[in-house]
């Protein structure tokens, strides 16, 4: 993945250098979600075992999203979004886990994104 964007950045530096242009400023967001559930079993089994379980359960990620528009009508991007929660990653848990990343260029011609 880090060999992924590194090529994607070598990409939008020489795109940046072949067409010489200023952007007028970058505009950064940072958004997300959480979603948290809670959950209660009190049951007894058919074999006469009362069952009782407890669990709280959540999902929460980020967004990282930059873009700018350059003096040539180019507009470039990145858009990252991580899990910062994932506790059923095997081998261990990891609490910041990439789920998507991409690069774009758009302009009249359309849009690319490279991820």
């Known amino acids: 993945m880090k060999k992924l964007l590194m090529c994607s950045a070598a990409i939008a530096l020489g795109l940046a250098v072949a067409a010489p242009a200023k952007a007028d400023g970058i505009k950064l967001d940072l958004a997300g979600h959480f979603k948290g559930y809670v959950t209660w079993i009190n049951q007894d089994t058919a074999d006469g075992v009362n069952e009782r379980h407890f669990d709280i359960l959540r999902e929460t990620e980020i967004h990282f999203t930059g873009e700018t528009t350059l003096d040539n009508g180019l507009t470039v991007g990145v858009h990252h979004e991580a899990d910062i929660d994932n506790q059923n990653a095997v081998p261990v848990p990891d609490f910041f886990l990439t789920e ?14 490279f991820g």
Request: charged content about 15%.
């Open 100 to 113: 998507e990343s991409y690069a774009y260029f758009s302009g009249a011609w359309g849009r690319v994104n």
